[in-house]
């Protein structure tokens, strides 16, 4: 959503005000009725219809959308979408990095089994070929092609298609999508992440993770290092475009925090068994 950054109350504000009452009144709500389902006050969402807030919250937005029954992008409109203007959190945050593995997709360790079961051999085995590979082939010294002959051959078979028992078994984490596509209407996003080649374009056409305009995307693929090597930090703030302090970073490894606490960004340890609380503390840190 656009958003104004300093100044008086702008035009966004109230076409987005106007957006709300005539979506609110074609749904049959009435403005107390809306902020119940919502769990806003009345007071606020008053003066969001007068687009007396400004800058209004994106997750307040957001949960107005989805109590009237329709998504972010059809509530504010093509036109915030093009007129997108960026902003700082409270605690300094303008550009949130997510990883991957871990924090939009998760499970993709059941292509172990999958192989396993296919090729009669034992998972261990499969997974212990790929753990010794991984390195390699997310720092992109090893192609996909390449990749699948070697754990062919340590597992004992004629070949294997690592990429194609991935996407099966990897399951988007519920909730993400929404949070990032929120996200994005006021905050650069980015993916910074350890991942094989052309896994990141793989997972985007089979909508495994959001299909947005990402401001920046740190494939260990391409840039020849891996979390959490230093090179990774430094690639993905010049990137960034912004100073350490303006960065949030969420991984479900604590490894790669801490190293990127070193360049002084924000981090937040994401766990993917309990999805609806660490978004909850995304959107608490930029709060």
């Known amino acids: 959503m656009a958003m104004s950054i300093g100044g008086g109350i702008s035009d966004i504000e109230k076409?987005?005000?106007?957006?709300?009452?005539?979506?609110?009144?074609?749904?049959?709500?009435?403005?107390?009725?809306?902020?119940?389902?919502?769990?806003?006050?009345?007071?606020?969402?008053?003066?969001?219809?007068?687009?007396?807030?400004?800058?209004?919250?994106?997750?307040?937005?957001?949960?107005?959308?989805?109590?009237?029954?329709?998504?972010?992008?059809?509530?504010?409109?093509?036109?915030?979408?093009?007129?997108?203007?960026?902003?700082?959190?409270?605690?300094?945050?303008?550009?949130?990095?997510?990883?991957?593995?871990?924090?939009?997709?998760?499970?993709?360790?059941?292509?172990?089994?999958?192989?396993?079961?296919?090729?009669?051999?034992?998972?261990?085995?499969?997974?212990?070929?790929?753990?010794?590979?991984?390195?390699?082939?997310?720092?992109?010294?090893?192609?996909?092609?390449?990749?699948?002959?070697?754990?062919?051959e340590k597992i004992g078979i004629s070949d294997v298609d690592w990429n194609k028992y991935y996407l099966e078994a990897a399951e988007p984490v519920p909730g993400m999508e929404k949070l990032i596509k929120s996200l994005s209407q006021s905050y650069k996003v980015g993916l910074l992440t350890n991942i094989m080649p052309g896994l990141v374009s793989s997972l985007r056409r089979a909508h495994k993770i959001p299909d947005?305009?990402?401001?920046?995307?740190?494939?260990?693929?391409?840039?020849?290092?891996?979390?959490?090597?230093?090179?990774?930090?430094?690639?993905?703030?010049?990137?960034?475009?912004?100073?350490?302090q303006e960065i949030l970073f969420v991984d479900d490894t604590k490894a790669n925090l801490m190293a990127a606490e070193e360049f002084g960004w924000h981090v937040l340890w994401f766990d993917y068994a309990l999805p609806d609380e660490s978004q909850d503390s995304i959107r608490q840190s930029l709060k």
């Open 15 to 152: 076409l987005l005000g106007k957006r709300i009452k005539s979506f609110r009144l074609s749904a049959g709500l009435t403005q107390q009725q809306l902020c119940n389902k919502a769990s806003i006050s009345y007071s606020t969402l008053t003066k969001i219809e007068r687009g007396a807030i400004k800058s209004p919250s994106i997750f307040t937005v957001d949960a107005i959308a989805s109590a009237i029954g329709i998504s972010l992008d059809k509530l504010i409109g093509s036109r915030g979408v093009e007129e997108r203007q960026l902003k700082k959190s409270p605690g300094g945050i303008s550009f949130v990095y997510f990883d991957i593995n871990g924090c939009l997709v998760r499970f993709f360790q059941r292509a172990f089994i999958s192989i396993a079961e296919d090729y009669g051999v034992s998972p261990d085995l499969v997974e212990t070929a790929f753990w010794h590979l991984n390195d390699d082939a997310c720092r992109g010294i090893l192609s996909s092609q390449e990749l699948n002959a070697k754990m062919a």
């Open 212 to 244: 947005i305009s990402y401001d920046a995307v740190i494939d260990s693929s391409e840039v020849g290092h891996i979390k959490p090597e230093p090179e990774m930090y430094k690639l993905a703030q010049e990137k960034a475009g912004v100073s350490g």
